[in-house]
């Protein structure tokens, strides 16, 4: 079991350029989430996916676009980076039956460290 | 909305008893969860309290009381490996916050000898 996979680790882009964050788990779950860490903070949510074929917004949404591809993969999309959206990005998913249980944890992934020139 | 407050830095001695606080505002939640995260480390699992009390994993406890709107993580026996940044969340209730996890800004430990 990989648990929860992201890619790439590393990447630099210019302000206005736009690239697509890749996340996969193996251990079938159904609900997703993409969340961004900056120095200093929490974790602040942009989407999730509460199940396959659905997505919402989190806290911080705006310049990001989500696609749940299936069960196992959900994607997140900056169509024009912005320097303020330099982060780190990390991926994680649960088992939405367990919620509110003592089964309700979420599984990240390594993060994507992003740099936005 | 929903909003969790932490102390910023914690610094205690090896082998000591360590408590981090986590209070909160929120319209109705699941339950208290806390998470470890290392330096350059993605963050992971630590406990969870969906009941008033104390939960007990091995060296750490935590602790929920929604009366006060308050929880602590109590680790015990530290370790220098117990270096690292918790964090408190709260999962949202069928009144606020969905399915989402909301992240306090986190407490970052340091052990030391």
């Known amino acids: 079991n990989a648990g929860v996979t992201q890619t790439p680790k590393f990447q630099v882009l210019k302000t206005g350029q736009s690239m697509t964050l890749q996340c996969a788990q193996d251990?079938?779950?159904?609900?997703m989430y993409w969340y961004r860490q900056d120095p200093g903070m929490g974790l602040r949510l942009i989407y999730y996916?509460?199940?396959?074929?659905?997505?919402d917004k989190g806290e911080v949404p705006n310049g990001y676009n989500v696609s749940r591809l299936n069960k196992r993969e959900f994607s997140l999309r900056l169509e024009s980076a912005a320097p303020s959206q330099t982060s780190v990005y990390f991926c994680?998913?649960?088992?939405?039956?367990?919620?509110?249980?003592?089964?309700?944890?979420?599984?990240f992934g390594p993060g994507t460290r992003l740099t936005v020139l | 909305g929903q909003s969790l407050e932490q102390p910023s830095e914690v610094t205690a001695v090896e082998g000591a008893i360590v408590q981090i606080n986590c209070t909160y505002q929120?319209?109705?939640?699941?339950?208290l969860s806390w998470y470890q995260q290392h330096d350059g480390g993605a963050p992971t699992f630590l406990s969870y309290?969906?009941?008033?009390g104390l939960e007990e994993t091995g060296r750490f406890s935590s602790f929920l009381s929604r009366s006060d709107s308050y929880g602590y993580l109590l680790l015990q026996e530290l370790q220098m490996k117990d270096s690292a940044s918790y964090f408190c969340?709260?999962?949202?209730?069928?009144?606020?916050?969905?399915?989402?996890?909301?992240f306090g800004t986190g407490t970052q430990l340091k052990v030391e000898l």
């Open positions: 251990m079938n779950h159904n609900s």
């Open positions: 929120t319209s109705g939640f699941y339950g």
């Open positions: 996916s509460a199940s396959e074929g659905t997505t």
């Open positions: 309290n969906a009941l008033d």
């Open positions: 994680a998913s649960s088992d939405s039956a367990l919620a509110g249980t003592k089964g309700d944890t979420q599984y």
């Open positions: 969340a709260i999962r949202g209730g069928l009144t606020g916050g969905g399915n989402k996890l909301t």
